[in-house]
């Protein structure tokens, strides 16, 4: 781990303020991602901000819905009363990822702005377009049996790996931040992480210096709702092919799938085919999709994926 400066924030905008102030600043919370990227070298700020302290740690009601604080743990998002009845499927997605361990120290903001897991992308002797911009993408015409099918790019394949922001993707939650000169905005959860492209570096909307205050989640759409995930082992594992879905009684639902893309990925106009099946709903997330040879199995997997979870609504 290479030597850094460190201070710890006493309001939202002075940290926003702080990181946009030093070049190779990062914000440090549960650290539960970066300070393993750290330790590879694979992150290396020159300067933390902690934000620790400040006062972020807590929900309440919003409108219809409800504000959760950047810094709420993975472990108190899940068990909260309100979560696990009106949005069931963020506390499965949520209890489906990492350890109980790392679930207490993890943080709401900290956990949609996780690192992919490509194995290039942790190996400092392989090109990786995200690791190092321009170095090349050893991943294509590499091993790809993790990598992504859908939504990737000449210049990179990886996916994105968590499980609760496949959850608040099918819940359209929103993302609340302040920017260094104190404004706020909101961002929706379909534009918060990007696409590939030609900068696989850039992940998500945010802007320099751009501090996560909030995710908020809109008025409870009710149904059935459910987490499924396929990975290589029972726990403590990042997802193959993961589906979160939201299915009403009359069969319509919403589905966004996680493991294939670079980010949560979700077609809202293939979710009009719902009650004809899981089929005539994959055949349109998919359409256009560029798997590997390694890694081809993924779509028929994430069509029956989706079938087990609208069988398990209907039962």
Same mark, same amino acid.
């Given at each position: 781990?290479?030597?850094?400066?460190?201070?710890?924030?006493?309001?939202?905008?002075?940290?926003?303020?702080?990181?946009?102030?030093?070049?190779?600043?990062? =914000?440090?919370?549960?650290?539960?991602?970066?300070?393993?990227?750290?330790?590879?070298?694979?992150?290396?700020?020159?300067?933390?901000?902690?934000?620790?302290?400040?006062?972020?740690?807590?929900?309440?009601?919003?409108?219809?819905?409800?504000?959760?604080?950047?810094?709420?743990?993975?472990?108190?998002?899940?068990?909260?009363?309100?979560?696990?009845?009106?949005?069931?499927?963020?506390?499965?997605?949520?209890?489906?990822?990492?350890?109980?361990?790392?679930?207490?120290?993890?943080?709401?903001?900290?956990?949609?702005?996780?690192?992919?897991?490509?194995?290039? =992308?942790?190996?400092?002797?392989?090109?990786?377009?995200?690791?190092?911009?321009?170095?090349?993408?050893?991943?294509?015409?590499?091993?790809?049996r993790q990598l992504g099918v859908i939504g990737?790019?000449?210049?990179?394949?990886?996916?994105?790996?968590?499980?609760?922001?496949?959850?608040?993707?099918?819940?359209?939650?929103?993302?609340?931040?302040?920017?260094?000169?104190?404004?706020?905005?909101?961002?929706?959860?379909?534009? =918060?992480?990007?696409?590939?492209?030609?900068?696989?570096?850039? @992940?998500?909307?945010?802007?320099?210096?751009?501090l996560i205050t909030a995710v908020t989640l809109?008025?409870?759409?009710?149904?059935?709702?459910?987490?499924?995930?396929? /990975?290589?082992?029972?726990?403590?594992?990042?997802?193959?092919?993961?589906?979160?879905?939201?299915?009403?009684?009359?069969?319509?639902? /919403?589905?966004?799938?996680?493991?294939?893309?670079?980010?949560?990925?979700?077609?809202?106009?293939? @979710?009009?085919?719902?009650?004809?099946?899981?089929?005539?709903?994959?055949?349109?997330? =998919?359409?256009?999709?560029?798997?590997? @040879?390694?890694?081809?199995?993924?779509?028929?997997?994430?069509?029956?994926?989706?079938?087990?979870?609208?069988? @398990?609504?209907?039962?």
């Amino acid at each position: 781990m290479k030597a850094f400066t460190y201070e710890r924030a006493r309001t939202p905008a002075e940290a926003a303020a702080a990181v946009a102030a030093r070049p190779g600043a990062k =914000f440090i919370a549960g650290g539960t991602n970066l300070l393993d990227l750290m330790k590879l070298q694979i992150e290396t700020p020159t300067h933390l901000v902690d934000v620790q302290d400040l006062k972020l740690d807590r929900m309440e009601r919003a409108g219809d819905g409800v504000r959760i604080g950047a810094l709420v743990s993975n472990t108190a998002l899940a068990a909260d009363a309100r979560i696990r009845k009106d949005y069931g499927v963020l506390s499965r997605a949520i209890v489906a990822g990492a350890s109980g361990q790392l679930r207490n120290k993890a943080t709401t903001a900290g956990n949609i702005l996780q690192r992919t897991r490509c194995p290039y =992308f942790y190996d400092t002797n392989q090109a990786c377009n995200k690791r190092k911009p321009g170095s090349g993408c050893a991943a294509i015409g590499g091993y790809s049996r993790q990598l992504g099918v859908i939504g990737t790019s000449d210049h990179c394949i990886a996916t994105y790996p968590g499980d609760m922001a496949v959850a608040l993707r099918v819940l359209d939650a929103s993302v609340e931040t302040v920017k260094p000169d104190g404004a706020t905005r909101a961002i929706p959860f379909a534009d =918060f992480h990007r696409l590939w492209g030609d900068t696989p570096h850039i @992940e998500t909307a945010l802007e320099p210096g751009e501090l996560i205050t909030a995710v908020t989640l809109p008025k409870p759409i009710g149904g059935t709702h459910i987490y499924r995930k396929v /990975r290589d082992r029972a726990s403590y594992a990042f997802a193959l092919v993961s589906v979160a879905a939201v299915i009403g009684k009359d069969g319509s639902g /919403r589905a966004a799938f996680g493991g294939v893309a670079p980010k949560p990925w979700r077609v809202e106009a293939a @979710e009009r085919a719902m009650r004809d099946g899981a089929k005539a709903v994959a055949a349109q997330v =998919f359409a256009g999709a560029r798997p590997t @040879e390694d890694n081809a199995f993924k779509v028929p997997l994430a069509e029956r994926t989706l079938a087990a979870a609208i069988a @398990e609504a209907r039962a």
